[in-house]
């Protein structure tokens, strides 16, 4: 079987959801950032006859866009050729990453030999959807006024906080407060303007809009007595806040995966080797312990102790996700989300798995730099519905 390997990528600046760019739909987003993507990584235009015989195809994740294959319009408003297929994966905040193992997946089996993939979102464009009358729910969720954002992830009731009430379950019943939460948001935004200063991203981010030349959600004089003073976002909650979950966001990142033969048929030079994926399934009900499950699945296939990976990219949807990590790889945390998550970045639901493997593999390179040796490094998430994806990725030697 083919090796996989990954040439590079970029992203957008995040937004916030009717934020900067509050009038930019998703497919013209993501249009943006992989015409950037493509001139970097391909030295061409997007339009160029060339990239026929270059790319395979386009996969990438979306979540609550309009639906269809947005993926493909998303391609043909770039103004790729329409002779190279694409495709959209939604597996809510998950289909971002399981895009580009979906992209390794048919490179490592030889039927494709350069993919690029990734994911875009608008949450500030995502249209209103409504239960159809001959819909056994029609009535009993407004008849006419039965508009909703968010899907139905698990059988019962249909609510569109059903990921919070998941997470708040999740903390009370493993104990968490809400000052180890609000820890984490502090530590993440610290990070992050800490990143930034130091322009860890510049050459990784792109201006897709006129003046929006920066991730929108950092904040850089947050502080533990303002999220003290914030109120809890359930009714009867005890635990989640506006500031221990993540802001709803815009966004696209895509990367370029290609095989060993194409590396050295076009004398390429890759930053990491894509080694292996791992999904699994928990509670619906409390999603956000996958993000671990997934990663403890992905370490026993591989036989790989905690201790051997340089870097964790959690997609840090909730704070509650950090704790878990925390108290299952209690002295790893220095090497988790270490230029900070999504409560600082934002969680553009199919871009997401896209932005924490850039962030993982520019981590990798500090930590190469550092030790002058190969690592690893593991990005997971977890997604609506209980399902949790999980990659293994690792830094080529110079």
Known sequence: MEKVY????????????????KNVPAELLGAQVLKHTIRRYFNCDICSSDLEEKIDMVIAGNAVGAGGNITRLMMLESGMSYKIPSYTIDLQCGSGL????????????????????????SSSTAPRRAYNKNHIDYEKYGGENSWYKVSKFMPGRHFENAMLYGAEKTAISEGITRKELDEWVLRSHELAVLARKSKVFDD???????????????????????????????????????????????????????????IRKNGLKPSAEFIDVSNVGGMPSESPRTAILAIEKLLLKNELDYHNIAVYECNEAFAVIDELFARKYPDVSDRYNIFGG????????????????????????????????PEYAICSIAAAGGIGTSVLIRRTVD
Do not use: Q
């Open 6 to 21: 990954i040439i590079g990528g970029l992203r957008s600046y995040i937004g916030v959801e009717n934020g900067m760019y």
């Open 98 to 121: 399981e895009s580009i193992a979906a992209a390794a997946s048919m490179i490592k089996s030889g039927y494709a030999e350069c993919i690029v993939a990734g994911g875009f979102e």
């Open 204 to 262: 990784l981010a792109v201006e897709v809009k006129e003046g929006c030349s920066e991730d929108e959600g950092i904040r850089e004089r947050l502080n533990k007595r303002l999220l003290d003073r914030l109120p809890y976002v359930l009714e009867n909650g005890s635990v989640l806040t506006a500031a221990n979950t993540c802001l709803t966001n815009d966004g696209a990142a895509f990367l370029i995966l290609c095989s060993e033969s194409y």
């Open 342 to 373: 999504a409560l600082a970045y934002g969680h553009p639901y199919g871009a997401s798995g896209g932005i924490i493997m850039l962030h993982a593999l520019r981590a990798l390179e500090y930590v190469h730099t550092a030790n002058n040796k």
